[in-house]
């Protein structure tokens, strides 16, 4: 009598180990979308930590040239290399190359745009570039809800991230 023994798998075997890498990446799939989401939620937070240092500091620089209290001045910042920003009592008016002078981030990174309603009060979105194809896509009305806004009033600058649809 002479047996062979045939090497494999059976077909219970297979659909035992379908079953499992299956389960497992339905497990794992939604903890990979969750890494992705509080990724995007906590790089907004350090954009605006950077956002509100860049505030504080200018407020700071605003009190000690005596220009916190003037509706509209400019202020140097950097003599050396002749940057300045316009301030109103004392905090960063955030429009255009504002932007750039006051924040240390890859802007390759980030979209960012400005909404001007009007003297009084405009705002500044800042956008993962990952999820707006352009600045653009940012500034529209129908925006996916993930972003950075910085808020500029006359007298105020405030900060918030938006995270509803990240």
């Not at 219970?12 to 939620?41: C, G, K, N």
């Not at 300045?84 to 429009?95: D, F, K, M, Q, T």
């Not at 940012?138 to 009033?153: E, G, Q």
Request: charged share 20%.
């Amino acid at each position: 009598m002479n047996m062979h023994k045939e090497n494999g798998f059976t077909l219970i075997e297979l659909i035992v180990v379908i079953v499992l890498v299956s389960t497992l990446s339905l497990i794992a799939w939604p903890r990979f979308f969750s890494i992705q989401v509080d990724s995007r939620i906590a790089a907004m937070n350090g954009l605006k930590a950077s956002i509100l240092t860049a505030n504080e500091q200018v407020f700071g620089k605003s009190i000690i040239e005596g220009i916190d209290k003037l509706p509209e001045h400019k202020l140097v910042i950097d003599r050396k290399n002749n940057v300045a920003v316009w301030v109103r009592y004392g905090y960063p008016v955030w429009l255009g190359m504002s932007v750039h002078e006051l924040l240390h981030v890859n802007l390759d990174e980030w979209f960012y745009g400005v909404n001007s309603g009007n003297e009084k009060e405009h705002t500044l979105r800042f956008g993962l570039s990952k999820i707006f194809n352009t600045p653009r896509d940012l500034m529209s009305d129908d925006a996916k809800k993930c972003f950075v806004v910085v808020k500029n009033t006359l007298k105020a600058v405030s900060v918030e991230v938006i995270s509803d649809e990240c």
